[in-house]
């Protein structure tokens, strides 16, 4: 586990991301159908780091309280870079989820010196079940002698 800057999977971010000063309306609108958290960069270094904005981020802090979306920043409701959990794209996808269930958290930002992608509590699943059905189809064929 890596605080501050660490890692995750993937490929580009493109409107999965959002810069520190944009508006939260803005944010959250410009998202892809079905994306649950936004990687937040720095401002002027679209490379690294500054945070992660959820869902659960905007539930808490925005929808709750009643704060307007369209005068709140990004910055001012995300996850700051110094208190993120973060992976790196060699990281063992079983080492992923146990950093996801110990800290109860549902995304991860990729980051191998800079942002690379973000892994979701789905994709770690979806992984471990292709490992597991893969295994299962392995020790099949062990077993009817069909392995050659």
């Given at each position: 586990?890596?605080?501050?800057?660490?890692?995750?999977?993937?490929?580009?971010?493109?409107?999965?991301?959002?810069?520190?000063?944009?508006?939260?309306?803005?944010?959250?609108?410009?998202r892809?159908?079905?994306?649950?958290?936004?990687?937040?960069?720095?401002?002027?270094?679209?490379?690294?780091?500054?945070?992660?904005?959820?869902?659960?981020?905007?539930?808490?802090?925005?929808?709750?309280p009643?704060?307007?979306?369209?005068?709140?920043?990004?910055?001012d409701?995300?996850?700051?870079?110094?208190?993120?959990?973060?992976?790196?794209?060699?990281?063992?996808?079983?080492?992923?989820?146990?950093?996801?269930?110990?800290?109860?958290?549902?995304?991860?930002?990729?980051?191998?010196?800079?942002?690379?992608?973000?892994?979701?509590?789905?994709?770690?699943?979806?992984?471990?079940?292709?490992?597991?059905?893969?295994?299962?189809?392995?020790?099949?064929?062990?077993?009817?002698?069909?392995?050659?």
């Amino acid at each position: 586990m890596e605080r501050g800057g660490g890692g995750g999977r993937g490929g580009d971010l493109g409107q999965a991301a959002a810069g520190a000063l944009a508006v939260v309306l803005q944010a959250v609108a410009s998202r892809p159908h079905n994306v649950g958290a936004l990687v937040v960069l720095k401002s002027g270094d679209e490379k690294q780091l500054a945070g992660i904005v959820t869902e659960r981020d905007f539930a808490r802090k925005i929808l709750l309280p009643g704060r307007p979306s369209e005068q709140t920043r990004v910055a001012d409701i995300m996850t700051e870079e110094d208190k993120l959990i973060t992976v790196t794209s060699n990281t063992n996808i079983l080492r992923a989820m146990e950093l996801m269930t110990d800290e109860h958290i549902r995304h991860v930002p990729v980051f191998d010196e800079k942002v690379v992608g973000m892994i979701s509590v789905g994709d770690v699943v979806r992984a471990i079940v292709d490992q597991q059905h893969q295994e299962v189809k392995q020790l099949k064929k062990y077993i009817t002698g069909d392995y050659y």
